[in-house]
């Protein structure tokens, strides 16, 4: 970026592609950078900022080192629902700035968009969608998709409006193609639109999304009037993010930073650790607690780790389940889905607790022993799966992220309640056999 | 589907969208769908079946139903990539007849398709793309384009191929419909065109597609020769499968079918349990060979669960963070990663055992008993650390999938090391907390 290479440069980033120019844009160094943006266009910069993450501080932080003026400009050429995400993330004052740089009416648009609460349809839509009414010709409309081709971000629908501006309907660009100018568009017009309300959960219009194999869906407000369009490339990131959380709930950290330091990683995992720890405490107390049975029986601290461990594999067997049922939608009603996990439950305690019960009496030739830590077996199985699955569903229904009842979280409480029930069910069977 | 209504059925099933089309279809009782094969158009039934999941077995029994002339049509008449899933499900001999029922070179095609290993780019593109040489003009290639549009799977890319069928360059519809009839394709083709290799992993090219934000993508083959494309949905459908594989494995449970009933759910969950009790009863079998330690201090008996709880805990995060960092691409080097992780783990260590030592000494008012917990819980926790991190890395390495290596495998296997551990720091501070 020395003089006279300037054009040199512009060049070799116009030939880039979109997601290339972003890449490479955040990628200059700080010195290189403030010339960058002083020489290339305002388009340009708008592509490479529309392929960088809208979610990420560091892309917000690359828009501030621009002067406001540049930075609105930038802005104003993005696609909306990017332009949004970003300023989502400014400070109410910085927002006020640059909104006061706005044409008024712009302004209002973007306040409106950025009152969208996050993961809702709404935060995802972009306005620049392409709309007609009924009573064109395909030649006419095709004219119009002609003129908007590369401000629109999908030309694959043009959707069509009553004169209340409600959507009716929706013509496919093949169809478009493929139908002879003359024809009103009327004829082929597909009036089983498929739509989401602004304020539908992002989950739920993926599903759509991935259901219908579109590439775009349209998003209306309660009177059916258009608002704007969600493409599939922000589906792709929402299933993406929607995964990246479910995984990692069920593990106590967050997965989404693979690139930490190592301080930043240890930083992030130990909060969880110690919470877990403290939880852990008191299954340590109530061990404590039964302190003189394990004096008299010794051999009763020899199967605590198999009857928490089994127990909190089943809970979190039970949790995963209960986890991605809530996310993908559930098909039975809740009344079959609670019989149908209790019956998992019931089945996966009784053949987990024969196993040991069969083990456990071979190994120590004590049938009350095997008796004891099979029963206890079993039912602490069926109290942790039992706890796995409605802990998640509880959250659920309380407008909870279930995701957040991690694994971890899971196993440390079914140690507790499997202590409790190991012990309590040696207490009454510790005559049999001590002294054996 | 009476006499008489048969027309009214066709109607309306033809006014469905595709994907109700398909899900009206499945849906219907078997003596209904077998009118309904008979009476629909061959077009329709392909569409239909275009839009169930192509991997499920329920879909292929549904065109067992049909004798094989009529189930061949449908498949001719499907997208290549639906087509080649289905007849993989087919036994050899099945294969056989249906491949012999189709032209030959049409067989020849699919079989080509139905070699490319599950999981790669071939086995997921279909060969209905739009593909011209530079020469033309745009006003013949939007005329090839309106031939053609409701026989591709996507329209919004042309490919250019040079005089050997080489992959030269991309041409958007976006730029055909912008761009005047006379103008050379070769001015508005673009040369950098982003292509994968057929057998290139599928979670790789759905991050190009995700980061790209494309909505189709073009294999070639070593030689650059075009093969098929790539469309959108097929990545969305990939990006859920390998979330739902990975969350799976984090859980030691399949978690694709939650509709299962309670009696197939236990089976599912049932040989984990019983496989990881196994390994459990190893762990069992070291605290009863510590049973002298026990018999002298009971109090050791108080934090087992503790200690393997944690350790467990803490394993599972750095095993969730080795998984994802394996699915979506590392950016540090493997010694940098393996630097970093070990350093998390000491972190993460140190501080969890100091707090464990604090907690224990106050509460037991017993520092060698809390220097000895703490220590343990130090130990145990940076094994468990790096052996969450190590084995999903070995597994990798291994060519296997490390998401098999499971949640509850590691914290089972850490009970193991935890238990170890434990009781030989125990031995060694023994004398100073017997008889306190």
Redesign the interface.
Known sequence: LHSGQDETFKDSFE?????EMGQAYAGLPDHLRSVAWRLLDIELLAMAFD?LDSNDDETIALLLEMPPQKAVQVLRSMYADNEVDLLQQLSSRQLATYLSLMPKKEAEGVRNLIDYEEQTAGSLMSTEYMAVEEELLVGDVMQL??RH??EAES??YVYVLDNQARLVGVIS??DL??HPDKLRVSEITNP?V?SVKAGDDQEDVAQI?????F?SIPVTDDDEHLLGVIT??D???V??E???E???G????N?SQ??D???Q??IK??P???A??IL??S??TL??HF?GL??KA?????????I???A???G??A???AV??IA?G???TPVKTF??????GV??GV??GL??FL?VTFWKHNMELGLAVGLAMMIA?MVANLAGYLIPVAMDRLGLDPAVAS??FI??LS?LTS?LIYFSVAQLFISHFIGK
Not at 15 to 19: M, N, Q, T
Not at 250 to 253: D, N, Q
Not at 298 to 306: H, T
């Open positions: 030939a880039l592609h979109e997601y392929n998709v002609k081709a590369n030309i694959s660009l093949r193609l493929t089983r498929i999304v991935a259901d219908y194999n590439v599939v490339d589906i792709l990131d299933i993406g929607e995964a990246v479910d995984y990692s069920l593990a106590a950290v997965v693979v690139d330091s190592f301080w990683s240890a995992r130990i969880w650790l110690v877990l720890l852990g405490m299954t340590a061990i404590n302190d394990v004096q010794s051999i009763l601290a020899v199967f605590i780790s198999l928490t461990g089994t909190g594999n089943a979190t067997q949790l995963a389940l991605r049922r993908i559930n098909t039975k019989l149908s996990e209790m019956l998992t089945v996966v053949v987990t196993a040991v083990i199985i694994g971890p196993t440390t140690d202590v």
